[in-house]
C-alpha cells in the first residue's frame, strides 16, 4: 500500500504542464465544493476541476457537501488524507468571514488547510432604486446625509451583506439593513424603491442595471473589471476599498511542498487559459490565478478586514 501511495504522488508529481489523458491506475480527485449543483460556486468548482484533470492528467470528481455556510466541506478537507485525492473549492465565506461570525468553527482555516490557488473573483456591485436619484458614490453619501436608507443584502453574514458594513464604516454613515432570502425576493423590492439600496455579486446583480431596472451605483472590486468596464469602482472615491468574494483550490494540512508546487503550477496555468478566462467570465468571474503565496496573505489580510466588520455588525451563526 505504501508503494502504491509513493507512485500515485509520482504521478501527480511528474506529469508535465500540457493537457494529459486521465490515467485509471490513479484513484479519482475529489473536489469539494460546500454548494449545491448549479450555483454560481458549482459551475465555477466544474470548470476548475474540468481544468485539473486536463493539467494532471486525473480524473476529477465534484463532491458537493452543503451547509454551515461552506464549512462542512471546508472541514472534509481539512480532516482529509494529505496525500493530493483531495481538494476543496473553498470561497471566500470559509476561509475569511465564517469564523468571526459562527459560534463554533470545526476547523481553523488559517492554519487546517493549505492554500493553492486563488482561480476567481466575483466582484460585489451596489444597485440604487430606479427612482431614488443616486447614481454614484457621491450621490449616495449624500442621500445618507439625510438620514439611514433602507439597504437589502441576500442574507447575514454574506460577503455581500459586510460590504454594505464596510462601504458604510467608509462613508461614516448608516443604513437601515433589511435582510432576504437571497437576490430573487429582493430585487422587487427595490425595482420599487421598498430598499433604496441592494447589495449583490454581479452574477444576478448586473442584469437588472444593464436592463435599466435598477442602477449600478459600483462595484466593488480593487479596479474597473472587464465584465462592466464602464461601471466604476468603489476605490475610485474611497482609495483602497474592496469586497469581493472568490473561489479558491485549498488543500489539506500537511501537503508535501512537491504536490502543492505542482497544483499551483497546474491552477496559475489553467486561469491563464483563454478558453478558460472566457468561461469564467460567462459564469460572471474574473480569471485570477494566484500564488501559494498571494492566496495565504489574501487569506490573512480579508480574514483582519472582515473581523472587525463583522463584530461591529453584531452577525452571529449557528
Known sequence: ??????????????????????????????????????????????VMGEGLAARLGRTVVVENRTGAGGNIAADAVARAAPDGNTLGAVPAGPLVINRHIYRQMPFDPLTDLTPISRFAAIPVIFLAAPNAGITDIASLRTALERGPVPCGTPGAGTTQHLAVSLLMRALEKECTIVHYRGTGPALPDL?????????????????PARDGRARAIAIASPARVSLAPDIPVVAESIPGFAAE?????MAPRNLPEPMAARLEEAMIAIARDPAVAARLRELAAEPVGSTRAELA??????????????????????
Open 297 to 318: 496573505e489574501a487569506i490573512r489580510q480579508q480574514d483582519a478586514m472582515w473581523g472587525p466588520v463583522a463584530r461591529a455588525a453584531n452577525v452571529t451563526a449557528d
Open 1 to 46: 500500500m505504501r508503494l502504491l501511495a509513493a507512485l500515485a504522488a509520482t504521478i501527480l508529481l511528474a506529469g508535465p504542464a500540457a493537457a494529459q489523458t486521465p490515467s485509471a491506475a490513479q484513484p479519482p480527485i475529489r473536489l469539494i465544493v460546500g454548494f449545491p449543483p448549479g450555483g454560481g460556486i458549482d459551475l465555477l468548482t466544474r
Open 245 to 249: 468574494t472568490w473561489l479558491a483550490l
Open 191 to 207: 425595482l420599487n424603491g421598498t430598499i433604496t439600496l441592494y447589495t449583490d455579486t454581479v452574477v444576478t446583480g448586473l442584469p
